[in-house]
């Protein structure tokens, strides 16, 4: 805790880089500021010591449109002002810190949330706030994902039974912070000053919207009447409502951040960066503090650091956790809880909604949601799949395991059998007939990269009665696809036996009870 706190005392007295690079005559240098707060002052002390007849340019895709609009002279990798030309100097510093900003989002009524806990049995809820923000993921110009909407309603009625705090950030929208209602998904924007206009769309060519929750969390520590600070992102669904989320956040020591166990992560390169930690930023939670506020704009200006790296603001896979990863190994910020305590996974990688299909490894599989995870997060894959994701989740959760001969079967194995039977079509010839049309769209949505792995897109999200239909289509009569269904599961769960426990008690069952 000595260590930890000397450090962010240090980091939070010292300048520190908080810009992409800036050539001045030529040479890289960088802005320095004391914490995102201070970009603005940090900006024009660097144009402060700038001689008469500096060329400012810069480098990055961002700077040099902005730096385009002031008659920069570019090319097709930088752009340069002329000597001395002040007005377009500061526009390319300005542009070129503008990543080390808190984003242009202006929460108006974080003071009032304090008044939102409600009464459970008579008495105030546990002074537990949840929070999640959405930028409505865009998959197509003018088309954007409703899953926001979804996962949210499952939190907002989770904080209702608990008496706890939902604020949703909903950036989507157009209208001014002043409008957003309290309990509603408002719009919040504002602009930096007078003469910098910057809108939320361009803040987000610069850093990704992943990043969203670090700024939201550190903006919510001012409401201080809470015993623990919740951000998810907004494909978190909670599926275990009856938990209540003060008990599972206990062990949340004093002044760290606190994030579930993902043990997928040491897959991925940045792994290394976290000193062996692998956990999930898809869910964060902190008891508040100045301790706390520190770890956040630490993590915020992580990037610029020398330890750090630019990319993780926008290109580099991770995002914000690879930048909390980061923090946690220079300064043990992250208290890991287990795989399953605070979030499980439910997407592409865990082989989920399908999970013994061809190519899929016992060891994802295994990872997977499983009735009882607290929450399920659809993260991953194509964005317009996770809805139909969430569709197949709500079915799990609603139909449970069925007997089939001597053993109890989740719907998973189920919906195996029938994507077997579906495949074992693909790669014939096709024929000019109706009943096989179905099958071919699902086909036709099969990925098998090299044939390492076989990964499903929207046609296999079909709904299992759907799914059911198109194999059902493939035989002479419905009685003949009964029994070959009949004879692939038998075989399929002759398969798993020894894979994965029959009858299992440690929760299993739900891929084969």
Wanted: glycine share 8%.
């Amino acid at each position: 805790m000595l260590r930890l706190t000397v450090l962010l005392a240090t980091t939070a007295r010292a300048l520190q880089p908080c810009s992409t690079p800036v050539l001045v005559d030529g040479a890289e240098r960088f802005v320095e500021c004391g914490g995102p707060h201070a970009v603005e002052e940090a900006v024009f002390a660097f144009l402060g010591g700038l001689n008469d007849t500096a060329r400012v340019g810069c480098a990055t895709e961002a700077c040099r449109e902005a730096a385009q609009k002031k008659d920069a002279t570019c090319s097709d990798d930088e752009c340069t002002c002329g000597a001395g030309d002040w007005a377009c100097a500061r526009l390319v510093v300005e542009h070129a810190a503008l990543p080390a900003r808190w984003p242009p989002v202006s929460l108006t009524n974080v003071a009032q949330l304090c008044q939102q806990r409600a009464p459970v049995d008579g008495v105030n809820g546990s002074k537990v706030l949840v929070a999640s923000a959405s930028d409505g993921v865009r998959v197509a110009p003018d088309i954007t994902t409703n899953l926001a909407s979804r996962t949210w309603a499952s939190w907002r009625d989770y904080c209702r039974r608990h008496g706890y705090a939902f604020f949703p950030l909903d950036l989507t929208k157009e209208r001014l912070a002043g409008e957003a209602l309290l309990d509603g998904p408002g719009a919040h924007w504002s602009a930096y000053s007078p003469d910098l206009k910057v809108e939320l769309d361009y803040y987000l060519k610069v850093r990704s919207g992943h990043w969203h929750k670090i700024f939201l969390l550190r903006q919510l520590l001012e409401a201080a009447c809470f015993e623990f600070y919740v951000v998810v992102d907004d494909d978190i669904v909670v599926t275990a409502p009856e938990e209540p989320l003060h008990a599972i956040l206990a062990d949340l020591p004093e002044h760290y951040l606190g994030a579930g166990a993902d043990e997928n992560y040491h897959h991925h390169a940045q792994s290394a960066i976290g000193k062996g930690y692998s956990f999930n930023t898809g869910l964060l939670a902190t008891k508040g503090g100045a301790h706390s506020k520190r770890l956040l704009e630490a993590a915020w200006l992580q990037p610029f650091r020398s330890d750090g790296d630019v990319c993780w603001l926008k290109s580099c896979f991770a995002w914000d956790q690879a930048a909390v990863a980061s923090l946690h190994g220079r300064v043990g910020a992250v208290h890991v809880f287990p795989y399953r305590k605070l979030q499980s996974f439910w997407n592409a990688h865990t082989c989920a909604p399908d999970f013994f299909a061809q190519g899929c490894g016992v060891e994802n599989s295994r990872l997977a949601w499983r009735p009882g995870d607290f929450s399920a997060h659809l993260s991953g894959g194509d964005h317009m799949d996770r809805s139909h994701r969430l569709d197949l989740l709500r079915e799990y959760l609603d139909e449970g395991p069925l007997l089939f001969e001597n053993a109890s079967i989740g719907l998973s194995t189920r919906r195996t059998a029938l994507v077997d039977l579906a495949l074992a079509q693909c790669g014939r010839d096709r024929v000019v007939d109706a009943a096989r049309r179905a099958v071919d769209e699902v086909c036709d949505k099969v990925s098998r990269n090299d044939g390492r792995f076989v990964s499903f897109e929207r046609s296999v999200l079909w709904p299992t009665a759907q799914l059911r239909a198109a194999v059902v289509d493939l035989y002479p009569s419905a009685q003949e696809a009964d029994a070959a269904i009949a004879a692939h599961t038998r075989a399929l769960v002759g398969s798993l036996r020894g894979v994965v426990a029959v009858d299992a008690a440690d929760g299993a069952g739900f891929v084969l009870s």
